[in-house]
């Protein structure tokens, strides 16, 4: 197989240079700061914690922090920026709540196709014995991507609605995040347990047709809704 590794490397770079740049002219330096710089080092001790538990492994050809390949951890903050720009369009971005939903149900379609290519290109690949589908994604991933992508946009959220001096709001965030990064874990685990108990329950069938509420009906009857209303 061909070393792909420096192409995702540089993707994933570049993909986070244009959404700082998106940020930064839409949103201003201060926002774009925030985001960027507290979701990558979110990123990076999340991935790091998920490389030292084995749940994820990745190419030892990659450019490492830790256990956690540095540049391609880029990808994350950028596809949660990418969710949150594209929730903006189906509810007010003041409304957390409201945001935090859209986080969950959009993220899980753009990490699933970076997913099913670096499990073919071998970026990374999830060692779990779970029950999974596109040639190895486990079936609890897309729920669990779509559960910390709400989880950060709660605490910027949360954050960005107190009023500190200076760059209070800033350090309130780098602060929060490693605390975010354990309750993470927590998540996830809790995610892996139930979707392994729908299985023994009822089947990799029943695993597909909640993805598929979840993930496709769900969504498509709230953009229609959206639609009406607006109309």
Same mark, same amino acid.
């Given at each position: =197989?061909v070393?792909t590794t420096f192409?995702?490397?540089?993707l ?7 959404? /700082?740049?998106?940020s930064?002219?839409?949103e ?6 925030q ?7 979110? +990123? ?5 914690l998920?490389?030292?538990i084995?749940?994820i492994?990745?190419?030892p ?11 391609? %951890?880029?990808?994350f ?13 189906f509810?007010?971005?003041n409304?957390l ?17 970076l ?18 589908? /596109?040639?190895?994604?486990?079936f ?6 779509g559960?910390?992508?709400?989880m950060? =946009?709660? =605490? ?8 500190f ?8 965030m780098?602060?929060a995040?490693?605390? *975010?990064d354990?309750?993470?874990? %927590? ?6 347990i139930?979707?392994n108990? *729908?299985? %023994? ?10 993805? +598929?509420?979840?993930?496709?009906? /769900?969504?498509?009857?709230?953009a ?5 209303n607006?109309h």
């Open positions: =197989m070393d192409l995702a490397q540089f994933a770079v570049a993909l986070f240079a244009a959404c /700082l740049l998106h930064w002219n839409t201003g330096r201060r926002a774009a700061q985001w960027f710089l507290v979701g990558y080092m979110f +990123a990076l001790l999340l991935v790091n998920l490389v030292v084995e749940q492994t990745y190419n050809a990659l450019l490492v922090i830790g256990a956690a390949p540095s540049l391609l %951890v880029m990808f903050p950028a596809l949660w920026y990418l969710g949150y720009t594209i929730a903006k369009f509810a007010d971005e409304d709540r409201a945001m935090m939903y859209w986080m969950f149900l959009l993220t899980p379609a753009l990490m699933l196709p997913d099913a290519v670096a499990l073919q290109l071998g970026w990374w690949a999830f060692p779990s014995e779970s029950y999974n589908f /596109l040639n190895g994604v486990p609890y991933a897309p729920i669990a991507w559960a910390i992508a709400a950060f =946009m709660y =605490m910027m959220g949360r954050i960005r609605k107190i009023r001096r200076g760059n209070g709001q800033f350090f309130a780098v602060i995040a490693p605390l *975010l354990a309750l993470a874990l %927590v998540v996830i685990a809790i995610i892996q139930v979707v108990t *729908l299985a %023994v329950l009822g089947g990799v069938g029943l695993l597909y047709g909640a993805l +598929a509420v979840l993930y496709i009906a /769900l969504p498509l009857a709230l229609f809704r959206w639609q009406r607006e």
